[in-house]
């Protein structure tokens, strides 16, 4: 381990001043007498213009600390260093944490219970209306790398894709077949049972059909994914950021959204309308069973009927809506990996984050999905 040491030399600047050149590795065992030094040197001096950071090894959050505090100490700020992504990250942590220090406790608001409800109501709003505007500007990248491994497939990390699509699409099959079975099985119930007081027993057909080809088929499957591989995406990639594994992608030179997005994005789109399909036919399966066991409907009476009074078009309907249900689990999941910080307690609080927020647009573009087709009388 090299000891940390730094030299001060005329910046060459017009204006005159200096630049500090830090090197070695600043880590917590070689902090003892560099700090003290480091301090001495800059107090008196000349004004810093530049800090080159190139030759520094190792460097942890002690050795960013004792570098922010002699930066602060001289007035400088951190858009003079010149420094690698993860050296600026470290430096940027330990000045946003010393500037909270500074500023003291957050003064807590005590006033009438109906402005601090308003209060939260408008901080909540603000809220949502930042994610809302930071999830379309990751859309837009996200977008952009996947045009760009699709235009260059060559680019694709095919292993990869194969790994995501087995593991949130084929390992997903059984769950969906099961729970849509279930799901057709309560529809057709409830529909005999109200159906049957009007004398109308057969329409449990038509109304099994319609439900599950549009809606219950698509939106089950993408609930379902939401809550598994949505929250696996989000687990999976806040690991490697506590790891520190995507900051060493980014020095190799590497675009985290090519490497860990852009797979699980084009696999999500894939898979999806896959396991739609598959919850459709699990659906239609509990419906028949249903009809054929409780209701005296015949399987060949059951299809028959469908194939006379269910449109195709509400199978279309409902598969439109897979691509969209996958960009969205898989965007979401992605996003909320990518912004887990360094404590197990953000990663679970970003996993909670990610399943709700799934679900929630799920339910939301279903909704305006629904409202469009009305529109279109479709």
């Not at 509400?314 to 910080?341: E, T, Y």
């Not at 399943?355 to 909704?367: K, T």
Request: with cysteine; aromatic share 8%; glycine share 10%.
């Amino acid at each position: 381990m090299a000891a940390p040491g730094f030299d001060l030399q005329p910046s060459g600047h017009p204006d005159g001043g200096q630049r500090l050149t830090l090197y070695g590795d600043w880590t917590i065992a070689g902090l003892s007498t560099i700090r003290r030094r480091l301090a001495s040197s800059l107090q008196g001096a000349a004004p810093i213009e530049r800090i080159v950071t190139a030759d520094v090894g190792r460097l942890d959050t002690a050795g960013a600390f004792v570098i922010d505090q002699a930066l602060r100490e001289q007035g400088i700020d951190l858009d003079r260093v010149e420094a690698s992504q993860r050296i600026a990250a470290l430096l940027k942590q330990a000045r946003d944490i010393a500037t909270r220090e500074e500023q003291g406790p957050v003064e807590v608001r005590t006033g009438p219970a109906l402005i601090r409800f308003l209060e939260r109501i408008g901080g909540a709003a603000v809220h949502v209306w930042d994610e809302f505007i930071e999830t379309l500007s990751f859309l837009g990248e996200t977008l952009f790398s996947v045009t760009a491994t699709v235009i260059r497939p060559w680019k694709m990390r095919w292993k990869a894709l194969v790994s995501v699509m087995e593991n949130s699409g084929l390992d997903a099959v059984p769950i969906v077949a099961f729970l849509s079975f279930f799901v057709g099985m309560v529809v057709a119930f409830i529909g005999a049972s109200t159906l049957a007081e009007f004398g109308a027993t057969i329409f449990v057909v038509e109304l099994v059909g319609i439900a599950v080809l549009r809606e219950f088929g698509v939106v089950l499957a993408a609930i379902i994914l939401a809550g598994r591989t949505n929250s696996a995406f989000t687990a999976q990639i806040g690991a490697m950021k506590m790891r520190q594994e995507i900051d060493a992608m980014t020095t190799l030179g590497l675009d985290p959204l090519d490497v860990i997005v852009a797979p699980r994005v084009i696999a999500m789109v894939v898979m999806t309308p896959v396991l739609a399909f598959v919850g459709v036919l699990a659906g239609l399966g509990g419906g028949v069973l249903v009809g054929w066991l409780a209701l005296d409907i015949n399987p060949s009476v059951f299809f028959g009927r469908m194939q006379d009074f269910v449109p195709l078009s509400h199978f279309w309907v409902g598969m439109s809506k897979a691509p969209v249900f996958g960009l969205v689990i898989a965007l979401i999941g992605c996003r909320q990996g990518l912004q887990v910080g360094g404590s197990v307690q953000s990663l679970g609080q970003h996993t909670t984050k990610s399943v709700v927020q799934a679900i929630f647009s799920i339910i939301v573009i279903d909704a305006l999905f629904a409202t469009l087709y009305m529109e279109l009388d479709i």
